[in-house]
């Protein structure tokens, strides 16, 4: 009987041994996994946390800053854009006269090339004079329409009344001729608006466009001056 309850007890004891073993081992295999886990949980968020929270912000600044830049304009601008309108739009008028009434296949083709640049930049410039809510000049608002705007008077080269009817009365090489001197003069005030663009302007958009202008207009000014050469 002794005997039975000597092993009984030393059941017991090893039984409770193997037990706290076990719950030494639970316990440690948990810390470990807690520790992981903490570890990941809180660094994970803290290093994900930084930029999300960061790169919103600058991203947002960055967008806002770019905004500003593309948006600024000033009165410089205002005035390129009222001038440079009725000033196309009265190239424009002249070159749809080319059609019939040019004789030379070469003064076609410049007017065609012409009225292809010009209409497109026409709308542009009121895009943005309607953005900024400025008004956009009326149709037929051409011939001293912009003279005295912001020192263009004398530089546009706007056709006067009597030039554009005189125009629209010549044919044949007449045509040819009264048109070439004419868009050469009007290109010359086209460039020299579109330099004043570029010195005095602030809007990125309309000093790229004034840049175009004098590239593209001061490369048919040549071409027209070696047109009248051949005659």
């Not at 956009?136 to 329409?145: K, L, R, W």
């Not at 005095?200 to 040549?222: F, L, R, V, W």
Request: charged share 20%.
């Amino acid at each position: 009987m002794i005997r039975k309850r000597s092993l009984m007890h030393r059941t017991a004891v090893v039984a409770a041994a193997g037990a706290a073993a076990l719950v030494l081992a639970a316990c440690g295999g948990s810390g470990d996994d807690d520790g992981s886990a903490g570890h990941g949980g809180h660094a994970a968020p803290a290093s994900s946390s930084a930029p999300s929270s960061a790169s919103p912000s600058a991203s947002a600044s960055a967008s806002a800053s770019a905004s500003a830049s593309q948006g600024q304009h000033n009165a410089a601008d205002v005035a390129f854009a009222k001038g440079m309108i009725p000033h196309h739009r009265q190239a424009v008028e002249m070159a749809d006269l080319a059609p019939g009434r040019a004789r030379s296949a070469e003064v076609k083709q410049l007017a065609a090339d012409i009225k292809k640049a010009q209409d497109p930049e026409i709308r542009t410039l009121s895009g943005w004079l309607t953005s900024w809510g400025e008004d956009v000049p009326a149709e037929g608002a051409m011939d001293h329409s912009t003279h005295g705007m912001d020192g263009m008077d004398g530089m546009d080269g706007m056709m006067t009344a009597e030039e554009m009817t005189g125009l629209e009365n010549a044919s044949g090489k007449a045509f040819d001729t009264a048109f070439t001197e004419l868009m050469i003069k009007h290109h010359e005030g086209a460039v020299e608006m579109a330099r004043t663009e570029q010195a005095d302007g602030t809007y990125g958009p309309a000093k790229k466009m004034a840049a175009e202008i004098i590239d593209s207009q001061s490369a048919e000014i040549e071409q027209m001056n070696a047109l009248l050469g051949k005659d």
